[in-house]
């Protein structure tokens, strides 16, 4: 089945210009207080956005009321709305909800001293959740669906698509760490143990502050290098000199080309499920999925869980188990068979 994400267009220019002005400077104010604090732009752009949603929602069914003066009334009918009206999943009212939540306790906690705020209390974690029940189908993706489609791609001269489709399979990372690899992490001396190439330098990933939380990158050689290949052979051809190695034509000027952005990744992902279809494959594409499919690959290769941690850059190696995605049975059917306890040998990174 495919995954659909309902998108809902709930703001728009004009209607974020008629938000309560009181409303307006509070969350500029917030948002300059996150810069202050060094959360990333990222972080900061999401809860721009989040924040003209529920104004806007304010405007449009509360009165244009100031914020201080919401009530748990106001929340759980715009929960009510969220939820029935817009079709969001929980997982994204909780965003929502948290975002709400993080500007309720800055007032609380920075302007606790100016005059119409000494008696805010924060009251968006008095309202229940919804149940947090998924919503969308995942897309589990065999070697074989993903290889047909790199066929596809290769096929018909897509060689940068091919590459960061690659590459993902090869390293598990998220859209936005795959924007920021460079082309000289790929040199052979950035190879160690004969079958895995190393950054030389850490990529900020997903985590808190401005530089996120820098880490050091892996990826599978054998998977990803004539891919790779193909397409730095194509940089060649069309004079590509960007230092990064995903990269698009510059708005301002169509002779330069640019590193390339996640809303551009989304877009492919989108066209690589239409490709699926025409395979005959009825299967939504979505980056993330490549991370299920990265660390199942080495599950399946027997690398022990400590190691995949290490590689992938988890916290902890329960995340393992999370994005693991083979059965129960697939799993213990690697240890026994009719003779009782199989005896299993440990995995080699060099054979996958």
């Known amino acids: 089945m495919g995954r659909k994400t309902k998108v809902n267009r ?51 069914n509360a009165d244009n009321k100031e914020f201080k003066d919401v009530s748990k009334r106001d929340i759980i009918a715009f929960q009510n709305w969220l939820l029935y009206d817009c079709e969001n999943s929980p997982a994204r009212i909780r965003r929502l909800k948290a975002c709400l939540s993080s500007l309720s306790n800055y007032i609380e906690n920075i302007l606790d001293d100016e005059p119409e705020f000494k008696t805010f209390k924060n009251i968006i974690n008095k309202v ?19 290889n047909k489609l790199l066929d596809y791609l290769v096929e018909n001269k897509k060689y940068q698509k091919a590459c960061v489709l690659a590459l993902s399979m090869a390293s598990g990372r998220r859209k936005a760490e795959l924007c920021r690899f460079k082309v000289n992490y790929f040199d052979d001396k950035n190879i160690i143990f004969g079958s895995l190439y190393k950054t030389p330098e850490k990529i900020k990933t997903k985590g808190r502050g401005v530089n996120g939380k820098p880490l050091d990158c892996y990826c599978l050689v054998k998977k990803f290098k ?24 510059s708005e301002e000027d169509n002779t330069k080309w640019v590193q390339i952005k996640q809303t551009t990744l989304t877009s492919w992902a989108n066209s690589f499920t ?16 490549m991370r299920h499919y990265f660390t199942t690959a080495l599950a399946k290769a027997n690398i022990p869980d400590s190691v995949i941690q290490s590689i992938v850059g988890w916290a902890s190696a329960d995340l393992v188990r999370v994005y693991d995605d083979r059965t129960t049975d697939s799993q213990i059917s690697k240890y026994f068979n009719e003779d009782g306890i199989k005896e299993v040998e440990q995995g080699s990174l060099d054979k996958l």
């Not at 969308?136 to 074989?144: A, D, T, V, Y």
């Not at 004539?226 to 034509?249: A, C, M, Q, T």
């Not at 239409?274 to 999925?289: E, M, V």
Request: with cysteine; aromatic share 14%; net charge neutral.
């Open 226 to 249: 004539p891919y790779l290949d193909l397409w730095l052979k194509e940089r060649e051809k069309l004079g590509i000199d960007s230092e990064y190695l995903f990269v698009v034509e």
């Open 10 to 60: 709930t703001t728009s220019p004009e209607l974020i210009e008629k938000i309560n002005p009181k409303n307006k400077r509070l969350c500029k104010d917030f948002l300059l207080y996150l810069r202050a604090v060094q959360r990333s732009e990222e972080t900061i752009s999401k809860y721009k956005s989040d924040l003209d949603i529920f104004f806007v929602w304010l405007l449009q």
């Open 274 to 289: 239409r490709y699926l279809r025409k395979l005959g494959i009825n299967k939504t594409f979505y980056f993330h999925s």
């Open 128 to 146: 229940e959740n919804p149940i947090n029940e998924p919503v969308r189908e995942k897309s589990i993706f065999m070697e074989e669906e993903l």
